[in-house]
């Protein structure tokens, strides 16, 4: 035991507080390409989702400080299922929500587990390594680009 003075909800409000007063500080920017991809895939009505293992509390706040929630039909965040990545429970309870089959989804990843949890799935892949995964093993993605840029609607239905 650590013996803290403060209770789990008041570490977890305070944690809160720190986390968003420096989202709101730091200079928050999109991927490059993430709204021209968007664009791209209601253009041609594909159906799209967010199953992010962060809390649904920063997924809405990311969304609404872009504008860009109105693109996505579902939003599952990490703590609504019980096993993360690289489990495939929370892709699969998008294509769920989304009425779609796993083998009719494409998920775009930035890490390994994701990439994993995906084809766990039963889902195509697309991985986009950043900074921090670059170095992390993608090989089982079906495609590895550098960037949302590189995403053609072309590409996703050659997959």
Do not use: H, W
Request: aromatic residues 6%; proline residues 3%.
């Amino acid at each position: 035991m650590y013996c803290l003075k403060e209770s789990v909800k008041e570490l977890i409000e305070e944690r809160r507080k720190i986390f968003y007063s420096l989202l709101n500080k730091e200079e928050i920017k999109l991927m490059p390409g993430l709204i021209n991809l968007l664009n791209i895939l209601k253009k041609n009505n594909k159906k799209i989702a967010i199953a992010s293992s962060s809390e649904k509390e920063y997924i809405e706040y990311i969304l609404n400080k872009f504008n860009i929630k109105e693109f996505f039909e579902v939003i599952i965040s990490g703590y609504e299922i019980e096993k993360g990545k690289p489990e495939p429970d929370i892709f699969l309870k998008a294509s769920e929500k989304l009425k779609v089959s796993p083998n009719e989804c494409l998920v775009i990843e930035d890490s390994r587990n994701g990439v994993l949890a995906a084809k766990r799935a039963g889902m195509k892949c697309i991985a986009i390594p950043n900074s921090i995964t670059k170095n992390q093993d993608f090989s089982l993605a079906n495609k590895v680009l550098n960037s949302l840029n590189e995403i053609t609607i072309e590409l996703i239905e050659s997959l």
